[in-house]
């Protein structure tokens, strides 16, 4: 069977700073997603990515860039923390955008102070 | 509004009770998928359904697209079966709408 895996599992930043989040998957899976999941909340769409070197913007983009440097990887920047912001950020694959079976990765926890 | 829409959004069940949760969308929903978010963050897919039903063990779900709603039906809660249940909606453009989430907590 195949994994996601998220790094780093815990992240603890500084209000301004900019914090990459990374995401391996060995599923073979054409499609990659981040998702932002705030206290009690849903999650919503930060970027997508249908195939290496692709980028689509979500409905949460501002704020977050994107990087499919490859198939197996799609990384994740927070472009300035900002203070008091913690939420989780959780990274999913599936085989294409039309078949959204996902898997989930175990998420990356963010708090900035 | 929202767009899927979870009810209730709080459960509190005794073990061995039976119960069901709902969605109800306001989009032309393709497919449904039910996701249980564990007391450790992790997300696992429970359900991925075209319009119909399914059973696993012993949880079943069924998404009558016509009406627009899905729903999970939980028999025989164990203490293990508490977390955030999570439904989600594909739409016409293959994105994922996600609901808020309705809290389970099983109490033995």
């Known amino acids: 069977g195949g994994i996601i895996t998220q790094t780093p599992k815990f992240l603890i930043g500084q209000e301004g700073q900019k914090l990459t989040l990374k995401c391996q998957q060995n599923?073979?899976?054409?499609?990659m997603y981040w998702y932002r999941q705030d206290s009690g909340k849903g999650l919503r769409l930060i970027y997508y990515?249908?195939?290496?070197?692709?980028?689509q913007k979500g409905d949460l983009s501002e704020g977050y860039d994107a990087s499919r440097e490859k198939k197996s990887s799609f990384s994740l920047t927070v472009t300035s923390a900002q203070k008091n912001e913690m939420a989780v950020f959780l990274c999913?694959?599936?085989?294409?955008?039309?078949?959204?079976?996902?898997?989930f990765g175990s998420g990356t926890r963010l708090l900035v102070i | 509004g929202d767009k899927v829409k979870q009810s209730p959004s709080a459960l509190s069940l005794q073990e061995g009770t039976n119960s069901a949760l709902r969605c109800n969308f306001s989009?032309?929903?393709?497919?449904v998928q039910w996701f249980l978010q564990n007391p450790r963050g992790s997300l696992i897919n429970l359900f991925y359904l075209v319009p119909g039903t399914k059973e696993n063990g012993r949880l079943k779900s069924a998404f009558d697209s016509k009406e627009s709603y899905s729903t999970l039906h939980i028999r025989d809660a164990q203490l293990e079966d508490s977390g955030t249940y999570f439904c989600?909606?594909?739409?016409?453009?293959?994105?994922?709408?996600w609901g808020s989430g309705t809290k389970l907590i099983i109490k033995p």
């Open positions: 999913a694959s599936s085989i294409s955008t039309t078949n959204s079976d996902y898997t």
């Open positions: 599923f073979n899976h054409d499609t």
């Open positions: 989009i032309a929903a393709t497919t």
């Open positions: 990515s249908i195939t290496e070197n692709d980028l």
């Open positions: 989600a909606a594909e739409d016409s453009n293959y994105q994922l709408i």
